[in-house]
Structure formats: structure tokens, C-alpha cells
């Protein structure tokens, strides 16, 4: 990239000279002889997969399709979720891109760029006298925490994906440790383009590659780059338990059979995979292969788009004594606990995030998700649920909130209580308190977000109650019949593998008061989904790709 290793110009987070070198690239590549059909795709996955948007939104005339796998809807949902700066991997990254966009140096740059320039590479040596104007992105990150759409809608995917008009095949993970859990997002937003295919599950960074999903993604390419009949060699599909257990370290994971592949020409296939529903959930991501932890679903489910059609906002109310209940609040009340950021810290898995010892993309991860010390957290307990409930989508807590001190950053987590006396982690949301007005071109109940811009930036009122709605991420969770929902309100951090948040208000700890009244009702409010057919049971604990479990209790 521009400004990065041997190549010359100065680096910048995917300014609009990277799209344009993208769209350089695509027709410089169509037009190569070995090239078929004169139409190349685009693969990548992360910053390979974000970049794709980018370069897809100049819309190059040769580009015949993009693949973005464990990508980003917004800069924003990732480096300031809920608008508070992530410490972790967010600014750890942006850290390491501001040391390789150095000039190639026994102290900076990439390595591989400097053994080039010892060794004779003159045109790679040449190329390091821009590097040093590179725009520095930490200030840059420092400078805009508040939302300046002409600032960051530019970084935001979901501002321009509606001019892509290539074929689109997107895959991401709800509990992404690096990018986060909110990509499917973007769903409803690639309007541009009539072909567009999302598979959306739980897992890890690594799991937009999983088996099922590869199958899928080989089939698209194929059908829309290749333009042939997708048929996956016998000596590529044997390959498969090598290249699972060299990434994730886990042994014998076959690909499993695909339809599309059967189909006996292209036409057929064509005919059969544009039949297939755009959006596709695959549940209990785990559970599905002869081990807990392998990357295969349960089972999985289409839909026609997202938000899902006829879903439905379920409210639990926060009630008396730790309960959520499906009515409102009769009497008034009010629970208080003391915010501490220092009460769950969250574990350094210094990167690894690989098939190596503690790595999150193994089997079976050492998360450390602990319970809250006494006094850090609220937490409320419903009902064992009557039937298995799928919630798929975003959500929110909606809580009136009241300290005595002008700002809180709040952190709410989302799990399930078993009935075989086990939990699991589904999702988390944040918000500072600052950030409480909705974005007017995206608030919604099942799909807030806040604008946290500097004229919203206002405290909390001294001694009143202030109502907050603290967006979710996005979630694809079967809740099985006898279980229970549990939200838990905190200080941020603890919960996340990779995520933190260093730079929280306020500075030291506060008791931060949450009513629960008739005229200040708090409450949960997950997307219900109907009719969601559920052919398995309890998924194994632990066992669930990017979702610990604990015993409850």
C-alpha cells in the first residue's frame, strides 16, 4: 500500500488514494493475459476485507466481485464503541501501523523493507522519502473522539456501501475479538447491488473462513469470477484438516458437503445459489462437529434480509431484588452499585490471538471472564424462558441513571443462564454518558447508535435521574427453553479478550444509582425472532466459538 514497505507516498488510514490505487490495481489486473475473462475479483480478510469497500465504492468497470470477510461497518463501533476509546486491540493496531509506516530503519518500518535495502534495492530505498510525512494516527484518533461526519462517515463503510454495484459475498463473527460484533450492520445497506450474499455467526476473527462458510464463499467466486461450475478438488478438500489444524490448531475438521457443488452445470449452480435467501445465520457456532469447539454450526438458518422480517422488540423490565420481568415496575425503586474500573481488568493475550498456547482461534480459549467483585456490578436475572428464543440482531438497554458525578461509561453484557447451572457470554454494549442522543439517521430501538458529537457532550444532571439507552452489539443467539436471560451493568472492560477502555470517566470510582419505578421504567429490549425452527439442544459448555462459559452462581 501506498506509503507502506517498498511502495513510495506517505500512509494514511484508508484515505481516498488508497481506493483509487485499488481501482488501479483491479483494471491494471483485467488487463493482464492470464486473467479470465478480464474481470478479477477481490479476497481478503480484516484490513484485506475492509479494503475491499473502499476500492469497490470507485467502482472499477473490471471488478467482478468482492469477498469481505471480518470487516467493520464503521471505524467508529470499533475504535470508540459507544464513544469511548478502545485502548486494546483498536489502539494497539493503529500503534503498529504508525511504526510500519516509519521509513524503513534499524527503529521503524517494516523489517522485510529494510533487508530488501541492504541487500541492493535501490527503487525500495528511493521509496522511504515520503514515509516520514505519513499522517501521524494516534493524534489523529486523539483529535476526533466526537463524531464529525465529514470526518468520519469517510471511514465508515456503512456511509457508502450503498454505491458498490459489484456482486458481494460478506461473512463476519458476532463476538469478533478484533473487530467487534457489529458488521451485520451493513446488511441493509448494500443497496447498490441485487447480488449480495451474508453469513453471519458467532466466533472468532478467524471464523469468516470457517468450513461452512468457505464452502459458500468458494461456490461465489467461482459463479461470479470463474464463471464456471463450482467443483472444490478432491486434493483441495483433503487439504482442509491440515489447514485448520495449522490455524487453529484444531485436528480433523472436514469440509462439509455442499449442494451447489453437485449441481451438474453452471447454469444449474448459478440457478440454485442466487435461489438461496441473502442473509444466513449460522447458530451454535462449536457445537456442530464430533468436539466442542470445532468451527461448525449446529445448524443454521436464511432469511430474506436484516433486520429479519417480523421481528419484534421483547422487553424485560429491571425489577426488585436482581429479576427481569415482562411487566413494568409497580412500585418504585432503585439499585446502586459502585463504578470501578479497576474491578475487572481485562486479561492480556498479548496478540496471540493464533493456534498457539492461550490462542482465542483454539478450541477452547482460557478466556478470563470472571464474575463482577461484590458491589461493582448490578446484575438481573429473568424468568426460565418457555421456549426457545432466537434473538438476532442489535438491541439496547434503556436505564435511567443518576450518580454524583457528571459523566459514567457504562459497559452492559448480555448472557445466558442454563439450566444445567452453567453461563454463557452472548454480547456486550458500552455508552458514555455523554453520548446519549441517538444518531437521528440510524436510532432505533433494535438499532441504536449514539452520535456522541461535542454538542450532545453534556453531563448528567446534578441529583435527577437521566434516561440512557446503551446499544448492544449485534447477536445470533438461540436462548434455549429453561434458560434465563442475565444483563449485568458495569464499568467497562473485563469482558472483551482484546478490547479495553483506559481512558474511562470518571477517574476514580462513584456510586451510580439505577431506578426501576413506573415513571422510570428501566429496561432490556432484545430483537425477537419467531418461528426460528431450534433442532438441537443445549450446545456443549464450553464449547461455543467466541463465547466463554462459567458456572453460574
Known amino acids: 500500500m501506498r506509503g507502506t514497505g517498498c511502495s513510495g507516498g506517505a500512509f494514511d488510514y484508508f484515505e481516498p488514494l488508497q481506493g483509487l490505487d485499488g481501482y488501479d490495481v483491479v483494471e491494471t489486473v483485467a488487463r493482464q493475459p492470464w486473467v479470465a475473462h478480464h474481470r478479477p475479483g477481490m479476497f481478503g480478510i480484516s484490513y484485506g476485507g475492509i479494503s475491499q469497500l473502499f476500492v469497490a465504492r470507485t467502482d472499477p468497470p473490471s471488478l467482478a466481485a468482492i469477498t469481505p470477510l471480518s470487516v467493520i461497518d464503521n471505524t467508529a463501533t470499533t475504535l470508540y464503541p459507544g464513544g469511548i476509546l478502545n485502548t486494546g486491540f483498536a489502539l494497539s493496531w493503529a500503534k503498529d501501523r504508525v511504526h510500519d509506516a516509519k521509513p524503513a530503519s534499524a527503529t521503524g518500518g517494516q523489517p522485510w523493507a529494510l533487508d530488501r535495502i541492504r541487500h541492493g534495492d535501490r527503487t525500495c530505498k528511493a521509496n522511504q522519502a515520503q514515509h516520514d510525512q505519513a499522517v501521524d494516527l494516534l493524534s489523529k484518533i486523539r483529535s476526533n473522539r466526537f463524531y464529525v461526519p465529514k470526518v468520519a462517515d469517510p471511514l465508515a463503510p456503512i456511509s457508502f456501501v450503498d454505491h458498490i454495484r459489484s ?26 447491488t441485487r447480488r449480495k450474499w451474508f453469513t453471519f455467526t458467532n466466533g472468532t476473527h478467524i471464523d469468516s473462513l470457517d468450513p461452512t462458510t468457505f464452502n459458500r464463499l468458494f461456490d461465489f467466486l467461482e459463479l461470479y469470477v470463474a464463471r464456471r461450475a463450482p467443483r472444490l478438488s478432491p486434493d483441495v478438500r483433503s487439504l482442509a484438516p491440515t489447514i485448520f489444524q495449522t490455524v487453529m490448531g484444531i485436528p480433523d475438521v472436514q469440509l462439509p458437503p455442499d449442494p451447489i457443488q453437485e449441481q451438474p452445470t453452471y447454469a444449474d449452480a448459478l440457478r440454485a445459489f442466487e435461489a438461496q435467501p441473502p442473509v444466513r445465520i449460522l447458530f451454535d457456532n462449536g457445537a456442530g462437529g464430533a468436539a466442542p469447539g470445532t468451527p461448525l454450526p449446529a445448524f443454521e438458518q436464511s432469511f430474506a434480509r ?113 439450566p444445567d447451572g452453567m453461563e454463557t457470554f452472548v454480547q456486550s454494549g458500552w455508552l458514555r454518558s455523554g453520548a446519549r442522543t441517538l444518531d437521528p439517521r440510524r436510532g432505533s430501538l433494535l438499532e441504536p447508535w449514539p452520535t456522541f458529537s461535542r454538542a450532545d457532550d453534556k453531563p448528567l444532571p446534578k441529583g435527577r435521574y437521566a434516561k440512557l439507552t446503551v446499544p448492544l452489539y449485534y447477536q445470533g443467539h438461540v436462548y434455549r427453553s ?72
Not at 461473512?171 to 457489529?182: I, S
Not at 424468568?383 to 454524583?404: C, E, K, M, N, Y
Not at 470510582?509 to 432490556?524: F, Q
Request: aromatic share 8%; hydrophobic share 35%.
Open 482 to 553: 429453561g434458560s434465563r436471560v442475565r444483563v449485568s451493568i458495569s464499568a467497562p472492560g473485563g469482558d472483551q479478550p482484546v478490547w479495553a477502555f483506559g481512558s474511562t470517566d470518571p477517574r476514580g470510582t462513584a456510586p451510580v444509582d439505577v431506578a426501576r419505578s413506573p415513571s422510570m421504567p428501566s429496561r432490556l429490549i432484545l430483537p425477537d425472532v419467531p418461528g426460528v425452527a431450534v433442532p438441537t439442544g443445549l450446545p456443549p459448555c464450553p464449547g461455543l466459538r467466541g463465547e466463554p462459559c462459567r458456572p453460574f452462581g
Open 167 to 192: 456482486p458481494v459475498f460478506l461473512a463476519c463473527q458476532f463476538t469478533d475479538e478484533q473487530t467487534g460484533g457489529h458488521c451485520p450492520d451493513l446488511a441493509e445497506h448494500f443497496t447498490g
Open 306 to 418: 436484516l433486520p429479519i422480517p417480523g421481528t419484534r422488540p421483547r422487553s424485560w423490565y429491571l425489577g426488585a431484588n436482581g429479576t427481569l420481568t415482562d411487566g413494568a415496575p409497580g412500585d418504585a425503586g432503585s439499585d446502586r452499585f459502585t463504578w470501578d474500573k479497576r474491578a475487572r481488568p481485562p486479561k492480556d493475550f498479548n496478540g496471540n490471538t493464533a493456534s498457539g498456547p492461550n490462542g482465542l482461534w483454539t478450541a477452547t480459549p482460557p478466556y478470563d471472564w470472571t464474575e463482577h467483585p461484590p458491589g461493582t456490578a448490578l446484575a438481573y436475572l429473568s424468568d426460565p424462558l418457555s421456549a426457545d428464543t432466537a434473538v438476532i440482531g442489535a438491541g439496547v438497554l434503556q436505564a435511567w441513571i443518576r450518580s454524583s458525578v457528571p459523566k459514567v461509561d457504562l459497559q452492559v453484557t448480555i448472557s445466558e443462564v442454563r
